[in-house]
C-alpha cells in the first residue's frame, strides 16, 4: 500500500535538515506519557519519528515503553512501520499527500493494536517545502478528518489543542475486521 510518493520522500528530507522542523512530539510526550501509564503500553510505534525527539522526551520523563519503534519514510534506516500496542502519530498527517492521507489511516488501522494517539493541526504550516507549497498539504476542519477515521477507528478522546495552534488529538482504539 502506497504511503508516500518517492519525490515527496525527498521533499521531506530536506525539511528534516532544518533541526528546527519535527519538534510538535516534545509538546505532546506527557500526554503520551499518561496514555502508557493509564493503558500498560509495552510496544510504541512512533508513525512519523522524524528525529525521534518523542522517544527523546519520553526518555525525560522516565516512561519508555520496553520497545519503542520509530518509523518516518524520510529516515529509511528505521525500516518498515510496526505494530505496537500504542500508536503515536503526531504532526503528520497533515503533511501526507492528500491522495495517500487514507491509505496513511488504513496502515495506521492495521499497525494500532491497541491505541493509537494522533494529533492534526488544520492550519498552514510555518515552513514551505521547496517546491514552494506550504509544508501542511491537508488543511482541513475537524469534520473531515473525522470521517477519515472512524472508517477504520473507535474514538475514545479528542480534545482541541493551542499548543501548536488550530488543531486536536485523538486517541483511538482500532476497529477490528472491517475492511
Same mark, same amino acid.
Given at each position: 500500500?502506497?504511503?508516500?510518493?518517492?519525490?515527496?520522500?525527498k521533499?521531506?528530507?530536506?525539511?528534516?535538515?532544518?533541526?528546527?522542523?519535527?519538534?510538535?512530539?516534545t509538546?505532546?510526550?506527557?500526554i503520551v506519557?499518561?496514555?502508557?501509564? %493509564?493503558f @500498560?503500553?509495552? /510496544? *510504541?510505534?512512533?508513525?512519523?519519528? =522524524?528525529?525521534?525527539?518523542?522517544?527523546?522526551?519520553?526518555?525525560?520523563l522516565?516512561?519508555?515503553?520496553?520497545?519503542?519503534?520509530p518509523?518516518?519514510?524520510?529516515?529509511?534506516?528505521?525500516g518498515e512501520?510496526?505494530?505496537?500496542?500504542?500508536?503515536?502519530?503526531?504532526?503528520?498527517?497533515?503533511?501526507?499527500?492528500p491522495?495517500?492521507?487514507?491509505n %496513511?489511516? @488504513?496502515?495506521? /488501522? *492495521?499497525?494500532?493494536k491497541?491505541? =493509537?494517539?494522533?494529533?492534526?493541526?488544520?492550519?498552514?504550516?510555518g515552513?514551505?517545502?521547496?517546491?514552494?507549497?506550504?509544508?501542511?498539504l491537508?488543511?482541513?476542519?475537524?469534520?473531515?478528518?473525522?470521517?477519515?477515521?472512524i472508517?477504520?477507528?473507535?474514538?475514545?478522546?479528542?480534545m482541541?489543542?493551542?499548543?501548536m495552534?488550530?488543531?486536536?488529538?485523538?486517541?483511538v482504539?482500532?476497529?477490528?475486521?472491517?475492511y
Open positions: 500500500m502506497k504511503t508516500i510518493s518517492e519525490e515527496y520522500r521533499l521531506q528530507q530536506e525539511l528534516h535538515e532544518n533541526p528546527n522542523y519535527g519538534i510538535a512530539s509538546h505532546f510526550a506527557p506519557s499518561e496514555i502508557i501509564k %493509564v @500498560k503500553i509495552n /510496544s *510504541l510505534t512512533d508513525y512519523g519519528a =522524524g528525529k525521534k525527539r518523542l522517544f527523546e522526551s519520553l526518555e525525560k522516565n516512561n519508555i515503553p520496553k520497545e519503542y519503534f518509523y518516518d519514510p524520510a529516515f529509511p534506516e528505521y512501520p510496526k505494530e505496537a500496542d500504542l500508536v503515536c502519530c503526531i504532526d503528520v498527517l497533515e503533511h501526507i499527500e491522495d495517500l492521507v487514507d %496513511v489511516i @488504513k496502515e495506521l /488501522s *492495521l499497525i494500532t491497541n491505541i =493509537g494517539f494522533y494529533t492534526v493541526h488544520m492550519g498552514p504550516a515552513k514551505v517545502l521547496s517546491d514552494g507549497r506550504n509544508a501542511h491537508i488543511q482541513e476542519p475537524t469534520s473531515w478528518w473525522l470521517e477519515k477515521f472508517n477504520y477507528f473507535d474514538i475514545i478522546r479528542l482541541e489543542h493551542q499548543m495552534g488550530n488543531g486536536f488529538w485523538l486517541v482504539k482500532p476497529k477490528k475486521n472491517t
